[in-house]
Structure formats: structure tokens, C-alpha cells
């Protein structure tokens, strides 16, 4: 393929390498992946398939048992309440059903995604204006997208109050983090590609956030975590969201809440779509472990450090496991 070609689709990020878009490259019917995105799975990182009969189940937790009852003394309430705990501690990652989006919401949604990474790259980069300069075939999309941001944040917000009762933490301290948080979303499209064992699509790391709210918009499999040293494949219940700890999350609980490794790998035949919405504290926090924690557990495992500077300390490091939460625990 000719350099000049690749110049014209590439898309600079900032201090990111200069990149050709993947899906135009797809486009190209090419056998071979590109050096530069290759990427040899070692043994190491060897698949276990959620249709094995030892496979534990992914934790599905059901909502509505915490929204709908307001005595929280209740039966349902505790029992869904204790899962909710369960799963953070011993997943960091699991389903949520009855979560309160409106499926209408939802297929809008979909639609408008799919349309757009169907919209040729000249329109797509109509994105890269400014919101009031957009075309109406774009500015259709930014108006379901922030109907969905909405609706997330809210159940982002939920999802950590119901976190932090669990925990016992002090409810002042869960709002004073979390109740003006700020959220990003990214979009993923996963063409097929030759040589899917040759090719990573998003190699393994935990995510910096508090929250990750995964919605996957069609049915290919893709996205893995690690539990108990094994990789696991996700297959998401329908209208069903993904939830996973981030590594703020797990700072916040003193270690308590597990952050997950996970990884997305690539399909030779099927195009993998969807969308991730990262749930943070607000950019104002000394983010650490929570007071009434450290006062319960005797013991603080995590520094504090200024949200800004985490961030940065984040973004100027490759993504690697949970390499960058490692250098953020105090030595016991």
C-alpha cells in the first residue's frame, strides 16, 4: 500500500504515533497484517473459552432490587446488594440487567453508531468540529450520544452509591467523589483481519477510571478479562451492560474492590462493535483510599496523589496489565 495513502487516512493523536485508520485499512481486503500492528499471543496468553464446564459464571446483577426498594433492610435488597459486593471483590467486573436505559434509548443508540462507522472517513471527521459547525448527518449521532451520556452517568453514579454502602463507607465521602465526576466515551470498531492470533485488539490493562460501562452492539466475541491467571471470554446477556472496576475504584476501597485486566482480541471473519464510557471522580479530588476505610481497616494501602497528576501519570506510560496501579500502593 502507498505511503501517500497512508498519509492521507492517518489521524494524529496528540503525542500518539501517527496511525492509519483500521477500519479504512480493512477495507483493503489485505492478508497479511501490517508490521506495525502485529502482535504474537504467547502461551501466556492463551484463551479460556466461557463454554468450558469449569468456567465460573460472569456475575449478573439485577438493578432493580436496588432501585425498587426503598427499605434497605429488605431481603432483596441485601441479597442483591451482597452479589453487587461479592463481584466487585472477587471479579472487579460483571453484567448489569433491569439497569433503568430505556431500550428504545438503546436501539437509537446502536443505530447511530453503526451508521456512523459506516459514514465514509470525509464524514467522519466532521467529528473533529466544533459541535455548532456540524453537518446534520453527525450532529443527529451527538444528539443520541448525549441522551445516552446522561442516562449512563446516572447509572454510573448509582452503581458507586450502591458500592459505597457496601463497603460501609461514609456517604459524604462517596458523593464528595464521585457526585460531579466527570465521563469520556470511546467508540471501538474491531474489523475482521487476517491472522487474528497475529493481531491484538486492545492489548491487556486495567482502566484508570472508577467505572467502565461497556456496551457491546453486536454479538461477536471479543472482549476478555483475566480470572485466576486464565483468560475468559465475555458474552453479554441481552440489553444486558458491562460493568468493570477501574484502578481509581480500588485505590478509593483500600484494595478492597479488585480493578480487572482485560484485553480485546480480534475475530478473522466478524466485525466486533462497541462502546465504552469511562466513569471518573471529579478532576478536584486528592484521590486515596477513603478516611472512613483506612479507619476501619488500620491500614492505608494506596497513596494519595492529586486526580490531574494520576491522570498524567497514566497516559505517559504504555498500557501494561496493572503495572501503573502497582507503583500507586504504599509498601506494607
Not at 228 to 252: Q, R, S
Not at 260 to 283: D, G, K, M
Request: charged share 25%; hydrophobic share 40%.
Amino acid at each position: 500500500m502507498s505511503t501517500e495513502n497512508n498519509k492521507e487516512e492517518a489521524i494524529n493523536l496528540g503525542r500518539s504515533l501517527i496511525v492509519p485508520s483500521v477500519q479504512e485499512l480493512a477495507k483493503r481486503s489485505i492478508t497479511h497484517i501490517p508490521p506495525e500492528y502485529a502482535h504474537q499471543l504467547d502461551q501466556d496468553q492463551l484463551l479460556l473459552s466461557c463454554d468450558d464446564v469449569l468456567t465460573p459464571s460472569v456475575p449478573v446483577i439485577d438493578l432493580q432490587s436496588l432501585f425498587a426498594n426503598t427499605i434497605e433492610s429488605s431481603v432483596e435488597y441485601l441479597f442483591e446488594l451482597n452479589k453487587l459486593h461479592t463481584a466487585s471483590k472477587e471479579w472487579g467486573f460483571f453484567q448489569v440487567i433491569n439497569h433503568g436505559i430505556s431500550e428504545s434509548l438503546l436501539a437509537d443508540f446502536k443505530r447511530d453508531v453503526l451508521n456512523f462507522f459506516n459514514l465514509p472517513m470525509e464524514e467522519k471527521k466532521k467529528l473533529w468540529q466544533e459541535e455548532d459547525k456540524m453537518k446534520v448527518s453527525v450532529s443527529c449521532l451527538l444528539q443520541t450520544l448525549e441522551a445516552y451520556c446522561v442516562e449512563i452517568k446516572k447509572l454510573a453514579t448509582v452503581i458507586l452509591g450502591q458500592m459505597g454502602k457496601a463497603l460501609e463507607m461514609d456517604e459524604d465521602q462517596i458523593n464528595e467523589l464521585f457526585h460531579d465526576g466527570f465521563q469520556s466515551m470511546r467508540m471501538n470498531h474491531y474489523p475482521p483481519r487476517p491472522q487474528p492470533n497475529m493481531a491484538m485488539g486492545l492489548s491487556p490493562h486495567s482502566d484508570a477510571g472508577a467505572l467502565t460501562i461497556v456496551n457491546q452492539l453486536n454479538t461477536t466475541d471479543g472482549l476478555e478479562i483475566r480470572k485466576d491467571g486464565k483468560w475468559v471470554t465475555i458474552k453479554p446477556l441481552p440489553n444486558a451492560l458491562l460493568v468493570n472496576i477501574g484502578d481509581i475504584m480500588e485505590i478509593v476501597s483500600n484494595g478492597v474492590y479488585k480493578s480487572i485486566e482485560h484485553r480485546a482480541i480480534v475475530n478473522a471473519h466478524s466485525e466486533r462493535l462497541s462502546v465504552a464510557t469511562f466513569y471518573c471522580s471529579n478532576i478536584a479530588t486528592l484521590l486515596g483510599p477513603a478516611k472512613s476505610l483506612v479507619a476501619k481497616h488500620k491500614v492505608a494501602n494506596f497513596k494519595q496523589i492529586p486526580l490531574e497528576e494520576y491522570f498524567k501519570g497514566f497516559f505517559a506510560r504504555k498500557l501494561d496489565g496493572k503495572s501503573y496501579l502497582e507503583i500507586m500502593k504504599l509498601e506494607s
